[in-house]
């Protein structure tokens, strides 16, 4: 009787309640996106403060590591414990190691408490979307998955200007204390608004198939972090850390047929859309940070761009996001239907990416504007949508790993795409400047593959017409092999089955098949 009475209230009570934990959720979710933003601008400061260049990598490596690692066991440990305190708890383990980063006297303090840092963010954004789930059913949640996509978009543009006016004005340190204020206020809001169910597991946490799953993605990170720049990648350390890698993956999913409570469930993969989902997830990640690192970098070097306003030079791929994510988000809760999403998104990211591989130096800002619109439009069709379906293709009770397990995989495929990327792009810049400026191309790449708009007008007329070329080169490189990995996108979302998103209401709540959620979402009460 008390279920039916939930079930019959919620559409009084959701309205108002929502819209209070979604601006909690949507502040948490700017933490998780903006830092790394911003604490990139800061680090030339940092490094002038705190000396150590040389371990400078280490300070966005040990937080990138932390995340990833985290992910899949806060996903589970939600799902195990509950939702609410699980996600309270990443927020103040971010927070705690916000707070030693910005107090760092020296640069191992400053790369030990970024780990600290990554692992409560390894929550946050796993807690937003697993908490989504919980509430909103799946065919109201595309709007709402889509504001989500809107924040992130807007982290990506402003954060970088951010980081520069909070670093030149107030130090530093304040990139780090930024994050109190706001997930105070998060901690606050979700604190007296949002109440889930408390659970409790009887069995224990998988702590070998934790353990086995960390050190399987922690090596998968160092191979593509390390890989072609620290190491070759014929080296015997890129070699060992591949065999650790693939061993421990190989064990962790032996011992997922074995463990009472297994961190991720295999079964979740029987689910046809689940498995396409994070395939197209990976792909969207390769491509899009692979796309939001070389952008910047071609319009800096070849186009003359100012490297301060770099958050700006994404912008048409960015707002392009932003819009048709929103639009993505309306359509799917207004009709119920997704799977011309992935289909017109995966086309446009493979038409988009080929024409940003025609840029040469001769590429207007307009021009190349356009093409950047033509990638957004395409990454805003399938980045929540990805998510959105995925959910709604497991159970209530594998929400927490279906969101980490997405979330995941998207990670990972940004670790690839950065590295292989990079690596073609370096290995083309290298052979083009030895091919045009000769002994002089070779001395200035071996300084650096890759210099800004003030470092390159201090260069001899011939050096720098050959590198404004080889950057041309890499990304026409970069860019078509991104084309080519986006075209696996659209080969999983042709195989997507449309599955109906299932709406609120008593009458569906028998319906807790593999391929579609349950349906009676916790309420949240109003203030």
């Known amino acids: 009787m008390a279920d039916t009475q939930t079930v019959e209230t919620e559409p009084e009570k959701q309205p108002r309640s929502v819209r209070v934990v979604l601006l909690a959720l949507m502040i948490t979710m700017m933490l998780a996106m903006l830092d790394n933003m911003i604490v990139g601008t800061a680090m030339p400061t940092i490094v002038g403060e705190l000396g150590g260049l040389e371990h400078l990598s280490w300070v966005v490596t040990g937080y990138t ?73 799946p065919r109201e949640r595309g709007k709402y998955q889509g504001m989500m996509a809107g924040v992130m978009a807007l982290a990506m ?3 970088p200007l951010v980081g520069g006016t909070i670093t030149d004005n107030w130090g530093w340190r304040w990139s780090f204390y930024i994050n109190l204020p706001l997930g105070v206020v998060a901690l606050a809001a ?40 620290e190491y070759a990648w014929t080296s015997a350390r890129i070699m060992e850390l591949i065999g650790i890698g693939v061993a421990s993956l190989i064990g962790f999913v032996f011992w997922q047929t074995k463990a009472a409570e297994p961190v991720v469930p295999l079964h979740i993969f029987r689910s046809r859309n689940f498995t396409l989902m994070s395939i197209i997830g990976f792909v969207t990640g390769f491509v899009m940070f692979g796309a939001t690192l070389f952008l910047p970098l071609y319009q800096q ?29 309306r359509v799917t809760t207004n009709t119920g239907k997704y799977k011309i999403f992935p289909v017109v998104g995966s086309v446009l990211m493979v038409v988009g990416l080929y024409l940003l591989s025609t840029m040469d130096t001769g590429t207007t800002r307009f021009t190349s504007g356009v093409f950047m619109a033509v990638v957004g439009l395409g990454m805003g069709c399938l980045m929540q949508i990805t998510m959105l379906v995925a959910q709604n293709s497991v159970e209530m009770k594998d929400m927490g790993v279906a969101s980490s397990s997405t979330t995941l995989f998207r990670t990972l495929g940004s670790s690839f795409g950065v590295a292989i990327m990079g690596a073609l792009f370096n290995n083309r810049v290298t052979e083009v400047m030895s091919e045009r400026a000769g002994a002089l191309g070779s001395k200035v790449t071996e300084q650096s593959a890759q210099l800004d708009a003030a470092s390159l007008k201090k260069l001899p007329a011939l050096a720098r017409e050959a590198y404004q070329h080889a950057v041309s080169a890499g990304t026409h490189s970069a860019f078509l092999l991104g084309s080519i990995v986006a075209v696996v996108a659209l080969l999983a979302a042709v195989f997507v089955k449309e599955v109906p998103l299932k709406g609120a209401g008593p009458q569906k709540a028998d319906d807790g098949s593999k391929d579609g959620a349950a349906v009676n979402p916790p309420v949240v009460e109003a203030v």
């Open 65 to 137: 590591l932390a995340t990833a690692a985290s992910t899949p066991l806060w996903g589970k440990i939600g799902d195990m414990y509950g939702r609410k305190g699980v996600f309270m708890s990443s927020i103040v383990l971010f927070l705690i190691g916000s707070a030693l980063s910005g107090m760092a006297q020296d640069m191992g303090q400053l790369i030990g408490f970024r780990a600290i840092q990554g692992l409560g963010a390894g929550g946050l954004m796993v807690g937003v979307m697993a908490i989504i789930g919980d509430l909103i059913p």
């Open 301 to 329: 070097s070849v186009q003359g761009a100012s490297a301060t306003n770099s958050g700006l030079l994404l912008l048409p791929m960015l707002g392009a996001m932003l819009v048709t994510s929103m639009v993505a988000g």
């Open 190 to 229: 979700i604190s007296a608004v949002l109440h889930l169910p408390k659970k409790r597991a009887q069995a224990r946490i998988d702590y070998l198939g934790a353990a086995l799953l960390t050190l399987g993605i922690t090596s998968i990170v160092l191979v593509t972090t390390w890989g072609g720049s």
């Open 157 to 159: 543009i402003g954060g």
